[in-house]
Antibody
Framework: QVQLQEWGAGLLKPSETLSLTCAVY????????WTWIRQPPGKGLEWIGE???????NYNPSLKSRLAISIDTSKSQVSLTVASVTAADTAIYYC???????????????WGQGILVTVSS | IVMTQTPLSLSVTPGQPASISCKSS???????????LYWYLQRPGQSPQLLIY???RRFSGVPDRFSGSGSGTDFTLKISRVETEDVGIYYC?????????FGPGTKLEIK
C-alpha cells in the first residue's frame, strides 16, 4: 500500500522560507509525477507544482518565482520550498502522486495526510 | 481553465440520488480521445481521495454507486443512492492544461 507522509516547519514568520518534504512508502518512486497541492483553511484546492520523472518541474505561474520542487530518488522523497512567504501562503500542503499506466492518466491517486503551515508574525 | 460546479451545497436523504455538475471554460478533450476530468471527495478532516478519473472511470475501491459522465466542457457526478459515508466536499478538476485547476467544491450533507 502506497503511503505519503509530509513534514516540515508548521509556523513561519512573513518573509521566511517554507520547506516541506514528502516521503513515499510502499511503492515505486520512479516513473511518477510528484505533486504539491495546497488548501487554505476552509477553502478550495490549488495545484502548486510537480516534479516529473527525471527531475524536470512544472510550477503554477502564480507562485513560480518563489517556488522550487525537487526529488531525491534514493530516498523516495519530494521537497517543496516557497520563498518569502506571506499570510496568503497559510494552508494545508499536500503531496500527491500522479502517473500514467494502462493508457490512462491517474492524477492524484494517492495523497499525503497534509501538513498545516501557518504564516504569522 | 476555470472550473465551476453546481450546486455548491446539497442536502440528501440517505438512499436518494445526488447529482453534481461541473463545467470547464475550455474543452478537456485530448487528441487521443481521452478527456481529462477528475472527481475527488474530501471527507471532513481528511485528504481528498480520487473517485473518478477521465470522466467516467472509477478508481480502485470506489463503490459503483458513483458514476461520472459528460464530454467536452460539461460533466456530471452522480451518486445513485447516497450513504452517510458520502458526506464531504466533492471537487472536479481539469488535468489537461497546466496549472491544473479545481472547481470550488460541492458540499454534500445528509438530511
Amino acid at each position: 500500500q502506497v503511503q505519503l507522509q509530509e513534514w516540515g516547519a508548521g509556523l513561519l514568520k512573513p518573509s521566511e522560507t517554507l520547506s516541506l518534504t514528502c516521503a513515499v512508502y510502499g511503492g515505486s518512486f520512479s516513473g511518477y509525477y510528484w505533486t504539491w497541492i495546497r488548501q487554505p483553511p476552509g477553502k478550495g484546492l490549488e495545484w502548486i507544482g510537480e516534479s516529473l520523472p527525471g527531475g524536470n518541474t512544472n510550477y503554477n505561474p502564480s507562485l513560480k518565482s518563489r517556488l522550487a520542487i525537487s526529488i531525491d530518488t534514493s530516498k523516495s522523497q519530494v521537497s517543496l520550498t516557497v520563498a518569502s512567504v506571506t499570510a496568503a501562503d497559510t494552508a494545508i500542503y499536500y503531496c500527491a502522486r500522479a502517473g500514467f499506466r494502462g493508457g490512462s492518466n491517474y492524477l492524484f491517486d494517492y495523497w499525503g495526510q497534509g501538513i498545516l503551515v501557518t504564516v504569522s508574525s | 481553465i476555470v472550473m465551476t460546479q453546481t450546486p455548491l451545497s446539497l442536502s440528501v436523504t440517505p438512499g436518494q440520488p445526488a447529482s453534481i455538475s461541473c463545467k470547464s471554460s475550455q474543452s478537456l478533450l485530448l487528441g487521443d480521445g481521452r478527456t481529462c476530468l477528475y472527481w475527488y471527495l474530501q471527507r471532513p478532516g481528511q485528504s481528498p481521495q480520487l473517485l473518478i478519473y477521465e470522466v467516467f472511470r472509477r478508481f480502485s475501491g470506489v463503490p459503483d454507486r458513483f458514476s461520472g459522465s459528460g464530454s467536452g466542457t460539461d460533466f456530471t457526478l452522480k451518486i445513485s443512492r447516497v450513504e452517510t459515508e458520502d458526506v464531504g466536499i466533492y471537487y472536479c478538476m481539469q488535468g489537461i492544461h497546466l496549472p491544473y485547476t479545481f472547481g470550488p467544491g460541492t458540499k454534500l450533507e445528509i438530511k
